[in-house]
């Protein structure tokens, strides 16, 4: 049994791949990342999970601090995934990568114009950056990797900073602000790639390209979706095989067409629109720190007036 807050469209061909090579069939619950950890907490040793796949390395790091994945040891698993896209304590491992990255209309922003987030709350900015709200996690992981490079005070500045050069008041998730730079209505924003990637897949005239920022510093800041071993599995040997076999070239190269996610296993290419979009430099801080960080992460974006 899989609990999954990933989208069922997304999951299902590869749970029905691997049933197909495997002869195993997998069930699955879906629902917000939050609920399913409440449930695995509640059911305690009668859960019929074996493995819990989530969004975010903040979602990754909270199952596994309250407890609720055990340490996957496997060989297969740390070839494929690289080791800053993992739990240090091999309680999960990433996935599929998303990068968290600026966004713009080049006629209307050439990239020469461009360099770093930090470069966000700079005053020539203002009343051009649109952004997504401070509740997502995305968001919230952002600054956390952001506090832990820079420190809080000077993330803290960035971020208001960034506040006070809002084109509109944050939106509720990427899309929209990818249709706000598309629009004219801001110049430059930040969004997951993968986003962009459908849009652009479902729209390739839509005038909106990624930037690749810190390219001289950092690189661009990273994270993943991943999978652990419930920590009260029936079937720890079952569901190890299931997560190696989602390391796999196979199941990579679904992840990567799909969804239009980078593939956490460096040996398999993204699909082609997003391959087109270039190489960047990635931050390679361990995803775990966006987790670990968090929770000041939310306090600093409060202090800053990000809402």
Not at 100 to 110: A, E, L
Not at 166 to 181: K, Q, R, S, Y
Not at 204 to 217: C, I
Request: glycine content about 6%.
């Amino acid at each position: 049994m899989v609990y999954t807050s990933r989208n069922e469209q997304l999951v299902k061909p590869l749970f029905d791949r691997y049933t197909e090579e495997t002869g195993v069939k997998i069930t699955y619950l879906t629902d917000k990342a939050p609920p399913l950890m409440e449930r695995l907490r509640a059911e305690g040793d009668r859960t019929q999970a074996d493995v819990f796949i989530t969004v975010d390395a903040g979602n990754l790091w909270q199952a596994a601090n309250l407890g609720l994945l055990q340490p996957t040891e496997s060989a297969e698993l740390q070839a494929n995934i690289p080791s800053h896209l993992r739990d240090p304590d091999n309680r999960w491992y990433g996935l599929s990568v998303r990068a968290r990255t600026i966004v713009h209309n080049p006629q209307v922003t050439p990239a020469m114009s461009l360099s770093t987030y930090e470069d966000l709350a700079d005053p020539k900015w203002r009343g051009k950056l649109c952004l997504r709200s401070s509740k997502s996690e995305y968001n919230q992981s952002l600054v956390a990797t952001m506090i832990a490079t820079l420190g809080a005070e000077r993330t803290e500045g960035v971020v208001r900073g960034w506040v006070a050069n809002l084109a509109a008041p944050p939106f509720a998730n990427d899309v929209a602000v990818i249709e706000a730079i598309a629009a004219g209505r801001c110049a430059i924003g930040v969004v997951n790639t993968y986003y962009l990637g459908r849009q652009k897949r479902d729209n390739p005239e839509l005038p909106v390209q990624p930037f690749w920022p810190n390219q001289d510093g950092r690189g661009v800041h990273v994270n993943v979706s991943g999978a652990g071993v419930t920590a009260h599995s029936d079937n720890v040997e079952g569901a190890r095989a299931f997560i190696e076999w989602l390391s796999s070239d196979k199941a990579q190269a679904l992840y990567a067409n799909e969804n239009m996610e980078y593939p956490a296993n460096p040996k398999i290419d993204a699909a082609s629109l997003v391959e087109g979009w270039g190489d960047f430099k990635a931050d390679v801080i361990n995803v775990s720190e966006a987790g670990r960080l968090q929770a000041e992460a939310v306090k600093l974006m409060d202090r800053a007036g990000y809402r």
